[in-house]
């Protein structure tokens, strides 16, 4: 790409940005793990914003079981969010070789 173009280009891809970034700012994505005994939801930020456990989960003598539950639900929100933010911003990142996009 020529960097005078993208000079030239520049209020419109400061436009896109700001969309892209309101755009985020509103997308969630939920994983789930153990047959949906864990679901964890974040947002565009990656952020965990909710966890939802199913009480046959919660034993105290297997403490450890639901640890790795709970990061891999974590896990495959965060896949879901990546898959997303390719499908609706990918066509607009592409050709800038964004690693992952």
């Known amino acids: 790409m020529n960097p005078f173009e993208m000079i030239k280009n520049l209020g419109g891809l ?6 892209a970034q309101e755009k985020i700012a509103t997308l969630k994505a ?25 009480p046959i989960c919660v034993d105290n003598r297997d403490v450890a079981m639901l640890q790795d539950l709970i990061i891999a ?14 499908a609706q911003f990918g066509p607009m990142l592409s050709g800038m070789n964004i690693p992952g996009m």
Do not use: P, R, Y
């Not at 400061?14 to 969309?19: A, D, H, I, R, Y």
């Not at 939920?30 to 199913?54: A, P, R």
């Not at 639900?73 to 390719?86: L, W």
């Open 30 to 54: 939920t994983g789930s793990s153990g047959g949906n005994m864990v679901q964890v939801t974040i947002n565009g930020k990656f952020e965990m914003t909710d966890i939802k456990l199913d």
């Open 73 to 86: 639900a974590h896990h495959a929100a965060c896949e879901s969010m990546q898959e997303t933010f390719k």
């Open 14 to 19: 400061q436009s896109q940005l700001k969309e």
